[in-house]
């Protein structure tokens, strides 16, 4: 039986003056504030258990129950309009009763669960584990609270069977199979509810406080589970020198709890949170071993892989994009269900039978930059996309003169379209190069494919040695920001180096200015906005994969017959670097952090000694 408690009492004043520039331009005098917080847990398990062995089959049993409740309180106030900071925030019904705001709260949660385990061998050879546990949630609605969470495994290890062993070549055969579901109910603590919030109106000139419904309930919220069905196999050979796991893999994820967006139709407020989706990971995992010794050096070598495909088998129904026709066999609509059926997330979108986080893009026009004059052929535009030369403005105007747009754009101009600008290629075939109708999956998301890893060890006499390396590859990041590789520019804000150096530019009534530059990578700079340079597009799609140098360690441990004339048991000294390395193509801050510009990852580099008596 074990019990444990955390218990966090914070409170936090703040008070900016009413000599700030920024109150004083603003005229909007001293700000208070006062924030209180009081987050309580408390965790009980109790575990009893019993174990014996009769003959060459041993049982072990476990029974258990466990609670957990979790408790937050809050309160908030603050105000402005303070005419001196004599009272700072101590006074705050002295400020402007407009501002003055009051906010108190308290939510809570609790789990409860009822657990077992049977663990049952014979001659060490055959295993089976069944277990289960019964999960209660007050997340969940009424009927729903409590879900059952079985799972079972067995294990067979040939090595031991006598027909394996003739056979001298493994040192260690496992072979084990296992099914098993689990629960998730991390959703708000209160989402099966519809949620209220306070809103500040005028009525009558006086200032009021009233409620208005900030969340939709959903009375039939339950249970996510999922359930996991594995397969592997455990090898030895050479005394187990050699060394190697494989498993198979599929999960099943059901009654993913989410919170869909909802028609603006509905107004301002926030979705319930349903069971609505189904995502399908399956895949493979292999980890492969060498380790050995050749007199005093000692090496180990482990290289780890897998393989994931994800896949979300249930969410708000297919994409359907097609043409509607009339009886003479005309097109007469272009219909799409994108807004129905697709949400944002996970660096892409989520689209039923489509990857978890796919991407949804526009793709470049490809031509072959072979228009000459006349009459426009659809395939003799520029030939990546940009307009870089006059025979590639030549071909865009003349496909605007034949009825055609660009984004519906059907005007040249520096303020429409204009050299150094991307055009993106016409899917539907409707006419209008790169409107929403043209964007379609990638076939790539920002969830890796594939990771590795690679762990290097050494010994030798009191030198010892450790090298860890790390990587993701099969994923695409998308990437468009303003400071970094964007291509607008803002009064008092820059633009990055690689795009000041390497951003197009043509100016058709002086082409030998020495400016220009008609093989840049970026499109041309434009002032506030990228213009549909900015659109969502394949050219802002770069590859994720890397590999990363993830710490190494060298140490040194002193002899024990020297160290115990001091008393000392083993004195260790080490020197480590962490995030040493990244080889990537991916030109933003780190792959592994994805597109948020954030505080990276830091190298590291540490001296240090471990001691002991």
Same mark, same amino acid.
């Given at each position: 039986t074990s019990f444990g408690f955390d218990i966090t009492n914070s409170k936090q004043n703040r008070y900016e003056s009413v000599n700030l520039p920024t109150r004083i331009f603003n005229k909007a005098g001293g700000y208070a504030k006062v924030q209180t917080q009081y987050p309580i847990t408390y965790q009980n398990e109790n575990t009893i258990s019993y174990h014996t062995t009769i003959g060459e089959h041993f049982i072990s049993v476990l029974g258990g129950f466990t609670w957990q409740k979790y408790n937050y309180e809050f309160m908030n106030g603050s105000a402005s309009g303070f =005419?001196? *900071? +004599?009272?700072? /925030?101590? %006074?705050? &019904?002295?400020? *402007?009763? +407009?501002t003055r705001d009051i906010q108190t709260g308290e939510s809570s949660w609790g789990l409860v669960s009822y657990l077992f385990r049977l663990n049952y061998s014979f001659k060490n050879k055959y295993m089976l584990t069944i277990s289960g546990r019964q999960d209660g949630s007050s997340r969940l609605? &009424?009927?729903?609270?409590? %879900?059952?969470?079985p799972s079972v495994a067995l294990a067979w290890r040939a090595s031991e069977e006598k027909f394996i062993q003739n056979l001298k070549i493994f040192s260690n055969l496992k072979i084990r199979a296992s099914w098993g579901k689990l629960g998730n109910n991390a959703s708000g603590n209160y989402d099966w509810q519809a949620n209220y919030s306070t809103n500040k109106v005028v009525i009558d000139s006086s200032p009021t406080t009233g409620l208005a419904i900030s969340k939709l309930g959903n009375s039939f919220l339950e249970w996510e589970s999922t359930t996991t069905t594995n397969v592997g196999i455990d090898l030895g050979f050479f005394n187990n020198r050699l060394t190697g796991e494989f498993d198979w893999y599929n999960k099943m994820t059901t009654g993913i709890l989410f919170t869909p967006s909802i028609p603006l139709s509905m107004g301002k407020v926030t979705g319930s949170t349903e069971n609505i989706a189904e995502v399908r990971n399956r895949g493979v995992e292999l980890t492969l071993g060498w380790q050995d010794n050749i007199k005093d050096f000692t090496y180990r070598i482990e290289g780890n892989f897998s393989y994931n495909q994800n896949k979300v088998m249930k969410y708000k129904g297919e994409? %359907? =994009? /097609?043409? &509607? /026709? *009339?009886n003479a066999g005309n097109p007469t609509r272009f219909v799409s269900n994108y807004g129905d059926v697709a949400q944002s997330g996970f660096g892409g979108v989520i689209v039923e039978n489509r990857m978890l986080g796919e991407m949804y893009l526009r793709q470049l026009y490809r031509g072959n930059g072979s228009y000459s004059g006349g009459k426009p052929d659809i395939n003799a535009g520029p030939v990546d996309g940009m307009i870089r030369t006059e025979s590639d403005m030549a071909w865009v105007k003349a496909m605007i003169a034949d009825g055609y747009k660009f984004n519906g754009v059907t005007k040249v101009a520096k303020d429409q379209l204009w050299y150094g600008d991307l055009i993106y290629a016409d899917a539907n075939g409707d006419g209008n190069y790169g409107d929403t109708n043209d964007m379609n999956f990638t076939g790539t998301s920002t969830q890796p494919r594939y990771n590795f890893g690679l762990n290097l060890s050494a010994t030798y006499k009191g030198f010892d040695f450790y090298m860890l390396w790390a990587g993701s590859a099969g994923f695409d990041l998308y990437w468009n920001h303003s400071s970094y590789n964007g291509t607008r520019t803002e009064n008092g804000f820059g633009i990055s180096q690689r795009v000041a150096d390497n951003h197009y530019f043509y100016d058709p009534e002086n082409p030998s200015d020495s400016r220009t530059n008609i093989t840049a990578e970026y499109p041309r700079i434009t002032d506030q906005t990228q213009r549909d340079n900015g659109t969502s597009s394949v050219f802002w799609k770069y590859k994720g994969d890397y590999v990363k140098l993830k710490n190494i360690q060298i140490g040194y441990t002193i002899p024990v017959k020297w160290t115990r004339k001091f008393m000392v048991e083993k004195l260790r000294f080490y020197f480590s670097g962490e995030n040493l390395l990244t080889i990537t193509s991916y030109p933003g801050l780190d792959p592994e952090m994805g597109t948020s510009i954030t505080y990276p990852l830091t190298r590291q580099f540490a001296f240090g000694a471990q001691l002991s008596f």
């Open positions: =005419k001196n *900071d +004599v009272n700072l /925030y101590h %006074a705050m &019904e002295t400020g *402007d009763p +407009v609605t &009424e009927g729903n609270k409590w %879900a059952f969470f994409l %359907a =994009k /097609y043409w &509607e /026709y *009339d």
